[in-house]
């Protein structure tokens, strides 16, 4: 059996208010997000798989819009067509905190989605078990949910479906609500043949038999890297094994996260370092931040933000920010940051202590600090 | 028992000169008897200390060591060993970051003392950088040769072949996990595991 593994669709998704698609009068993201759940569903139609599998987040709310129902039920209506079943799980974005309103995965249930939304369920087609674990609040229930599922013995694969992160992996998702995070045990231990898991906006494959999809749209810029693509699994063939797996790989709004390194320059010279890290990348409908590094306060004051507009005029959005280092004081404005610390630390060093070396010392658990930040970001 | 262990490895160090980084490694763990343990971690620390006799010692600023390099603006050191005094230093800054990454660097220092102490230049001090240690995947790929040397040694002792070969389909290949056992950091974990050709394309850095 051949199937389509997606997760983090995040129907209904916004971003930048005011920003329409000029055809559809709707917010630009949301078409985004809409134009990739099709996509979508265009290569699972083509492909023929037998199955789409859905692990969690499908919409962006517990509670989605009617335009993004809509767009839910076009894709599904297009499967149904195909005669390709598909199963689908909670996520934290569209499991309600409040249960009495309903779930609108009742809504998709009478549409012929088989759905996980209260509590585990195990569906079978043709000759595969899908083990269908929705969000859960609390981790260790679903640990024991989990726990507590027992693979099919007569059926020729065993699929577990997920929807949390994992111990000490960076995650890549963005505003989170109610997320729970597994220890790397509960899915190594976990006896099925294929784990299809969701959260994780960037695709990951924890173990080798363990696969985040990632969000088909970047949602944000903890997910500028790599490419965003159609998961399909073939369940025939052992885990690892060439054909095992297969990315087609989506066209994505051009997203850029630029860091430039503005230390000793002007306020020229800073536009002129923009431009230079811009390079040839295309800007045309982009999404675009830049983060201005080792920026000197007054510089900062200077600058003229319509050149950014100007060069940044044909992107979706774009934001031109302090970088994480913040704004420095100038040589007017007293001395350097750094050599401040060196001053402050002399003047206070006990007698008999190497205070060059304390200094040094000092300055490294600065820069480690820093790379910390630089490498949390990064993940 | 330490005098003994020093003079085998004396003569282990002869060998070495002809050996491959991991069969060095792998005649050390036999040689202090770690060869057969089957689970992970390898306690590199022992092998440092007890079996070959090195003193392993943490400093915050390596350069401030007596006999270190000149400190050079924004250049960082990891490691050094003194094998005149058979000691190993250890930056502590990265050993409070990450155990991990401590024990990879003390393995590091040792493959020096194994492989390069007797090689005619570098019977001296050794001096190994932030990029020299293995850390990053990339950076674990394009040292300079005999860094290159002492990080494949580094590996094969901390994650010996077999023991990862039995291991990781134990636990369907979960890098993290594998880390956690071996008690290395999960970039040390991944490179292993890409070096031994165990990781399909889509698990692959």
């Not at chain 1, 199937?3 to 329409?20: E, P, Y």
């Given at each position: 059996?051949?199937?389509?593994?997606?997760?983090?669709?995040?129907?209904?998704?916004?971003?930048?208010?005011?920003?329409?698609?000029?055809?559809?009068?709707?917010?630009?993201?949301?078409?985004?997000?809409?134009?990739?759940?099709?996509?979508?569903?265009?290569?699972?139609?083509?492909?023929?798989?037998?199955?789409?599998?859905?692990?969690?987040?499908?919409?962006?709310?517990?509670?989605?819009?009617?335009?993004?129902?809509?767009?839910?039920?076009?894709?599904?209506?297009?499967?149904?067509?195909?005669?390709?079943?598909?199963?689908?799980?909670?996520?934290?974005?569209?499991?309600?905190?409040?249960?009495?309103?309903?779930?609108?995965?009742?809504?998709?249930?009478?549409?012929?989605?088989?759905?996980?939304?209260?509590?585990?369920?195990?569906?079978?087609?043709?000759?595969?078990?899908?083990?269908?674990?929705?969000?859960?609040?609390?981790?260790?229930?679903?640990?024991?949910?989990?726990?507590?599922?027992?693979?099919?013995?007569?059926?020729?694969?065993?699929?577990?479906?997920?929807?949390?992160?994992?111990?000490?992996?960076?995650?890549?998702?963005?505003?989170?609500?109610?997320?729970?995070?597994?220890?790397?045990?509960?899915?190594?231990?976990?006896?099925?043949?294929?784990?299809?898991?969701?959260?994780?906006?960037?695709?990951?494959?924890?173990?080798?038999?363990?696969?985040?999809?990632?969000?088909?749209?970047?949602?944000?810029?903890?997910?500028?890297?790599?490419?965003?693509?159609?998961?399909?699994?073939?369940?025939?063939?052992?885990?690892?094994?060439?054909?095992?797996?297969?990315?087609?790989?989506?066209?994505?709004?051009?997203?850029?996260?630029?860091?430039?390194?503005?230390?000793?320059?002007?306020?020229?010279?800073?536009?002129?370092?923009?431009?230079?890290?811009?390079?040839?990348?295309?800007?045309?409908?982009?999404?675009?931040?830049?983060?201005?590094?080792?920026?000197?306060?007054?510089?900062?004051?200077?600058?003229?933000?319509?050149?950014?507009?100007?060069?940044?005029?044909?992107?979706?959005?774009?934001?031109?920010?302090?970088?994480?280092?913040?704004?420095?004081?100038?040589?007017?404005?007293?001395?350097?940051?750094?050599?401040?610390?060196d001053a402050w630390a002399r003047g206070r060093m006990p007698s008999g202590v190497d205070s060059e070396a304390v200094i040094a010392i000092a300055q490294n658990y600065l820069k480690d600090a820093s790379a910390s930040e630089v490498e949390a970001d990064a993940a | 028992?330490?005098?003994?262990?020093?003079?085998?490895?004396?003569?282990?160090?002869?060998?070495?000169?002809?050996?491959?980084?991991?069969?060095?490694?792998?005649?050390?763990?036999?040689?202090?008897?770690?060869?057969?343990?089957?689970?992970?971690?390898?306690?590199?620390?022992?092998?440092?200390?007890?079996?070959?006799?090195?003193?392993?010692?943490?400093?915050?600023?390596?350069?401030?060591?007596?006999?270190?390099?000149?400190?050079?603006?924004?250049?960082?050191?990891?490691?050094?060993?003194?094998?005149?005094?058979?000691?190993?230093?250890?930056?502590?800054?990265?050993?409070?970051?990450?155990?991990?990454?401590?024990?990879?660097?003390?393995?590091?220092?040792?493959?020096?003392?194994?492989?390069?102490?007797?090689?005619?230049?570098?019977?001296?001090?050794?001096?190994?950088?932030?990029?020299?240690?293995?850390?990053?995947?990339?950076?674990?790929?394009?040292?300079?040769?005999?860094?290159?040397?002492?990080?494949?040694?580094?590996?094969?002792?901390?994650?010996?072949?077999?023991?990862?070969?039995?291991?990781?389909?134990?636990?369907?290949?979960?890098?993290?996990?594998?880390?956690?056992?071996?008690?290395?950091?999960?970039?040390?974990?991944?490179?292993?595991?890409?070096?031994?050709?165990?990781?399909?394309?889509?698990?692959?850095?």
């Amino acid at each position: 059996m051949r199937i389509i593994h997606l997760a983090d669709t995040h129907l209904g998704f916004r971003q930048f208010s005011g920003k329409f698609d000029p055809e559809r009068k709707l917010n630009q993201r949301e078409c985004d997000v809409y134009d990739a759940w099709h996509r979508a569903i265009d290569i699972a139609v083509t492909r023929e798989v037998d199955a789409v599998i859905h692990a969690g987040d499908l919409f962006d709310s517990s509670r989605p819009s009617p335009r993004a129902m809509a767009e839910a039920l076009d894709g599904l209506a297009r499967l149904r067509d195909a005669a390709i079943p598909v199963i689908a799980i909670a996520g934290n974005h569209s499991t309600p905190r409040f249960r009495s309103g309903g779930s609108v995965f009742e809504i998709l249930e009478r549409f012929g989605l088989h759905a996980a939304w209260r509590e585990p369920q195990t569906f079978r087609v043709a000759d595969v078990a899908f083990h269908a674990v929705p969000h859960e609040g609390d981790g260790a229930q679903m640990q024991e949910d989990i726990a507590g599922l027992v693979p099919d013995p007569t059926a020729a694969a065993n699929v577990l479906m997920l929807h949390a992160g994992l111990e000490a992996v960076p995650t890549s998702t963005y505003g989170e609500v109610n997320a729970i995070e597994l220890s790397q045990d509960v899915i190594a231990q976990a006896p099925f043949d294929y784990i299809a898991m969701g959260h994780l906006h960037r695709f990951q494959a924890p173990q080798i038999n363990a696969i985040y999809p990632g969000s088909l749209e970047r949602l944000d810029f903890a997910d500028v890297d790599g490419e965003k693509a159609v998961l399909e699994v073939d369940l025939s063939t052992p885990a690892g094994a060439p054909g095992f797996l297969a990315r087609h790989t989506l066209r994505t709004r051009p997203m850029l996260d630029l860091l430039v390194d503005c230390s000793a320059c002007d306020h020229e010279a800073v536009v002129h370092a923009v431009v230079s890290a811009v390079g040839d990348a295309a800007v045309d409908g982009a999404v675009v931040r830049v983060r201005l590094e080792e920026l000197q306060r007054e510089v900062w004051g200077a600058l003229d933000f319509g050149r950014f507009d100007e060069l940044f005029g044909s992107c979706l959005h774009h934001t031109v920010q302090v970088g994480r280092t913040g704004l420095r004081a100038g040589p007017e404005g007293g001395v350097e940051a750094e050599l401040r610390f060196d001053a402050w630390a002399r003047g206070r060093m006990p007698s008999g202590v190497d205070s060059e070396a304390v200094i040094a010392i000092a300055q490294n658990y600065l820069k480690d600090a820093s790379a910390s930040e630089v490498e949390a970001d990064a993940a | 028992m330490l005098h003994d262990s020093h003079a085998h490895n004396v003569a282990l160090t002869g060998k070495n000169l002809r050996m491959s980084p991991e069969d060095a490694a792998v005649s050390l763990l036999r040689a202090a008897g770690l060869a057969g343990i089957a689970a992970p971690p390898i306690d590199v620390l022992y092998l440092a200390e007890e079996h070959v006799g090195l003193d392993v010692q943490e400093h915050a600023d390596l350069f401030a060591v007596p006999g270190a390099p000149p400190r050079e603006s924004g250049a960082r050191l990891s490691g050094l060993l003194f094998p005149e005094h058979r000691r190993i230093y250890v930056n502590a800054v990265e050993a409070k970051r990450s155990h991990g990454r401590k024990l990879f660097t003390v393995a590091h220092e040792l493959g020096h003392w194994h492989l390069h102490r007797g090689d005619g230049t570098a019977v001296h001090t050794r001096f190994c950088s932030e990029a020299d240690v293995g850390a990053a995947p990339a950076r674990l790929k394009s040292t300079q040769q005999i860094e290159h040397e002492a990080n494949r040694f580094a590996a094969a002792l901390l994650m010996p072949e077999p023991m990862v070969r039995s291991l990781a389909p134990a636990v369907q290949f979960n890098v993290r996990l594998l880390a956690q056992r071996f008690d290395v950091s999960v970039p040390a974990m991944q490179v292993r595991l890409e070096a031994l050709n165990m990781l399909p394309d889509y698990m692959r850095r």
